[in-house]
């Protein structure tokens, strides 16, 4: 059940539209639930609705009028209520006991209370009621309303268990502010896809991540298309900044401006100054980065990026509450690589940088943050420029979003040991989207690698089939008891070992990165480590690189006698495929 209260100053204007058809004739069989005294005037019931509709403004006016000036301007009181998607169907009596409980909790009357302001409820779909109320008492003071959103949901969620209802997760103030009704109509009547404070709000996320320092960021916010106003002291000094969509205008012609602190409590300029101040990290040199030096920019950026969102979900999985800074480092990581993303998987990455976005938000500080890494890797991608999709470019995106997924399944485990379901919630969400751009990522990859496995000659397939099997053993055959091949996994064991690297080695330093437990695919997770810590090409058909000092095992000939006189007459048992056994949670 989700209420979204607004304030107004026309309570004539406002009882038109909830009894009228609608913009788009949505509005069926308006009619009063519920009043302030049980006999409010009802125009939905009455044979002249246009006089009743007269008569009820002048009902629910009567005291700001006999207020006068001490009325507020603002006096019009506005909650609309919605159930869930899927909820029962309530009753217009259900719907009354609900309205009078929010009235009664956000202090607009009280139960017991004759001063109480005067109210009423018109339900117009199946689906939701609104609640209009005139902000004067029956002693002319003015109610006091402190909090009255967070009352509302709260006394919601109390609705919700007791009528059982779907219960929704409960908030903790550190949402992002929801777009108005006018703002939802406007969009649709604009043929807009979502509202603008929406499109606002993503773009300054977007410009802030990765960027170097107050100046750079207002200019990425330019360079994104949008107006931008800085509000400076007399000094000189900036203040704030307001944003506006180019063409969107209000009723007087005049563009509607947003303050950055109005599309999320972490988007106003001193908020954005305290991530600026942490700076970014020096950019390693390519040689000194493993030797990635021949590959594109993009590719470079995503495998260095993916080193640190590894670590960031090492973080994770602690108990520490300095992993919220990682938090906020991530989220700037989904959204370098969202606008920086292919075509193919540009819309699920922006889906899951959106909601991770709440993620990024809750009440846990952390003292000693250092997000300096991770906001130099979003720097780097933004900086990189786009990627193609294709070749290396479209591995490393596999690669980097594969490795995404588990930060993802990290931070919701981190929230959820907190109590943060909003925010336990928007990390899982995340998750489902990058789970569908990495298969859109690596379909292509993927699919020559389990080629490339399958053609390798037996005894070499058998012998590093052994390795997993010794190393993995609890993957050796499927639910069913048949053997189960693990040919990409393979395919990089093989290659690895072409490349210089001891394969034993290799698979047990890419187990002990961390736990498996929350992977879809364990193969397909250990495809990418094994191929980052060797620095093999993410794309199989690039040329292998040989290994670095210090990047990785290589080949001892004394370790590999074993499974080198493994016998090949026989076939082995392969690994299986972690998606024939049921999902992990």
Known sequence: MVPDIGRGS??????????????????????????????????????????????????????????????????????????????????????????????????????????????IAVRHAEDHIHIVATLVRGDLRNPRLNYDFNKAQAECRRIEQEM??????????????????????????????????????????????????????????????????????????????????????????????????????????????????????????????????????PAR??????????????????????????????????????????????????????????????????????????????????????????????????????TLVLVTLAAARWHSARGHAQQAHASRQAAEHLRTAYRQAAATPMRVLHDQGRALPEAQRLTHEATLREALPEQGVRADGTPAKADALVATLAQAEQAGHDPEALLQQAIDLRELDTAEDVNDVLVWRLRRIAQLPAHPGEAPRRPHAGTGPTKTPANRTGARNAPTAAPHPAVSDPRSRPPRR
């Not at 609608?22 to 125009?43: K, M, N, Q």
């Not at 499109?199 to 991540?209: C, F, H, K, P």
């Open 10 to 119: 026309r309570t004539h204007g406002l009882l038109v539209y909830l009894y009228g058809p609608g913009r788009r004739e949505e509005h069926t069989d308006a009619h009063l639930v519920g009043s302030w005294d049980g006999f409010a005037p009802d125009p939905g019931r009455d044979t002249d609705p246009q006089v009743t509709l007269a008569r009820l403004t002048a009902a629910l006016d009567l005291r700001v009028k006999q207020a006068g000036d001490r009325a507020p301007a603002k006096h019009v009181w506005h909650c609309s209520v919605r159930t869930a998607p899927g909820d029962r169907r309530l009753s217009d009596e259900e719907w009354n006991t609900v309205a009078q409980r929010i009235v009664h909790a956000t202090g607009i009357a009280p139960d017991g209370d004759p001063d109480g302001c005067r109210w």
């Open 164 to 297: 059982g209802l779907r219960r929704l997760n409960a908030g903790d103030g550190t949402a992002a502010k929801n777009p108005t009704s006018a703002e939802k109509f406007k969009a649709e009547r604009t043929g807009r896809p979502e509202t603008s404070r929406e499109t606002l709000r993503e773009a300054v996320r977007q410009a802030v991540a990765g960027a170097d320092n107050e100046k750079e960021f207002f200019t990425r916010l330019r360079e994104a298309g949008l107006r931008v106003k800085v509000r400076h002291a007399p000094s000189g000094d900036a203040l704030g900044y307001n944003v506006a969509l180019p063409g969107d205008r209000n009723r007087h012609g005049e563009p509607v401006w947003y303050p950055g602190s109005k599309l999320a409590p972490d988007l106003s300029l001193p908020k954005i100054r305290l991530r600026l101040a942490d700076g970014t990290a020096e950019r390693a040199t390519p040689s000194a980065a493993g030797g990635w030096a021949d590959w594109s920019p």
């Open 301 to 402: 950026e995503r495998r260095s990026a993916t080193g640190l969102a590894e670590r960031a979900a090492v973080l994770l999985d602690g108990d520490g509450d300095e992993a919220a800074a990682q938090l906020v480092g991530v989220g700037e990581l989904l959204d370098a690589v969202a606008q920086t993303s292919p075509a193919a998987t540009r819309a699920e990455l922006a889906a899951a940088a959106r909601a991770f976005e709440r993620a990024t938000r809750s009440h846990v500080r952390a003292e000693r943050a250092d997000t300096r890494a991770l906001r130099s890797a979003a720097r780097g991608i933004v900086q990189a420029g786009g990627a193609l999709g294709r070749g290396e470019d479209g591995g490393t995106t596999a690669m980097l979003v594969s």
